[in-house]
């Protein structure tokens, strides 16, 4: 039985596969990547695979019994590239895919759950075997900031209290192992978020705790917050999407309490102050 990783070469792929290794051989996973080469390090085969070329995907695909689809980040090209590759999976015979969707995608009100949503209807429209791991936030979209919070003094965001059930990409990837080599996952949607909630006022009281300094959450509108991330260079459309997925985490729609993650995995979710530890090391 092979399982094919798309994405492999990307964070979240990277560690599904090391995990991956962990529970199957590696002559049964098969990475599904852009560039074969930058896949050498992974100690499995690597086949080219490029979501924008669809003519090339179904052979890619010879031969794999079940597939995570990790979801491209080509954000506004998804939904055709996750449909190339859903119709080459058919083609090529796949029995089942698991695909990387977001939290509670079809209630979203982040700019990013239409594409999700796009891509869960075509796979359920396959006929193909399926499962949607509706990934939470990565705590280190917050984390990332670490650094400049500290340089600037203050943690910036427009999240307002809005609760955040995160959790790190290595929680994430292990679900989706636990998903592929365990059974009866057929036809479920799983909503994966952190235990534990918190807001980036929590966040940012965590990091003062840890570093020993004061950095208070500043919270701003969510024009000026976009403002701000454009004047460190951030371009423009990627400042404002994430300007506007803060106000979505200000809705509640980073929020869930399901702990099917933590269920998933057999253990509690990584700790917020876990991952501010690591965030820290990396920034010293
Ligand atoms: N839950 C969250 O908080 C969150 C945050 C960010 C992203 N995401 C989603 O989760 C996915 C995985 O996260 P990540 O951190 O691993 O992201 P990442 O490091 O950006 O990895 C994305 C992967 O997608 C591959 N890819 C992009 N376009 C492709 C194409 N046209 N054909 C084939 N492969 C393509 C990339 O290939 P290369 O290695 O060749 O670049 C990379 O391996 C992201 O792509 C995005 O959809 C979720």
Not at 94 to 103: A, D, F, Q
Not at 191 to 214: C, F, H, M, P, V
Request: some cysteine.
């Amino acid at each position: 039985m092979k399982i094919g990783v798309t994405g492999a070469t990307g964070h979240l792929g990277r560690i599904v596969v090391e995990k991956l290794k962990e529970k199957v051989t590696s002559d049964s996973i098969v990475a599904l990547v852009r560039s074969p080469q930058k896949a050498s390090d992974l100690g499995v085969e690597a086949r080219e695979f490029d979501y924008t070329r669809p003519e090339s995907l179904a052979n890619a695909l010879k031969g794999i019994d079940n597939l995570l689809l990790i979801s491209g980040n080509e954000i506004g090209q998804r939904a055709i590239q996750h449909k190339n590759v859903i119709d080459a999976a058919k083609k090529a015979g796949v029995k089942w895919i698991v695909y990387t969707s977001l939290l509670h995608a079809d209630t979203s009100s982040l700019s990013l759950a239409d594409e999700h949503c796009i891509t869960e209807a075509a796979l359920k429209e396959s006929g193909i075997q399926y499962t949607l791991l509706r990934n939470g936030w990565y705590t280190e979209n917050y984390t990332g900031s670490v650094q400049g919070a500290l340089a600037g003094g203050a943690f910036t965001g427009s999240a307002g209290d809005g609760k955040i059930s995160s959790a790190p990409r290595a929680d994430y990837a292990e679900a989706a192992v636990a998903v592929l080599t365990g059974g009866g996952h057929h036809g479920k949607i799983y909503e994966l978020s952190g235990d534990e909630s918190y807001t980036l006022t929590d966040l940012a009281a965590e990091l003062s705790r840890q570093s020993g300094k004061n950095i208070p959450y500043k919270n701003l509108p969510e024009n000026e917050y976009a403002d701000l991330l454009k004047s460190f260079g951030v371009p423009e459309g990627f400042a404002c999407a994430i300007a506007g997925w803060d106000t979505s985490a200000s809705k509640g729609d980073l929020f869930d309490n399901s702990r099917q993650l933590s269920k998933l995995i057999g253990r509690p979710t990584t700790s917020l102050a876990s991952v501010v530890k690591d965030a820290l090391k990396g920034s010293e």
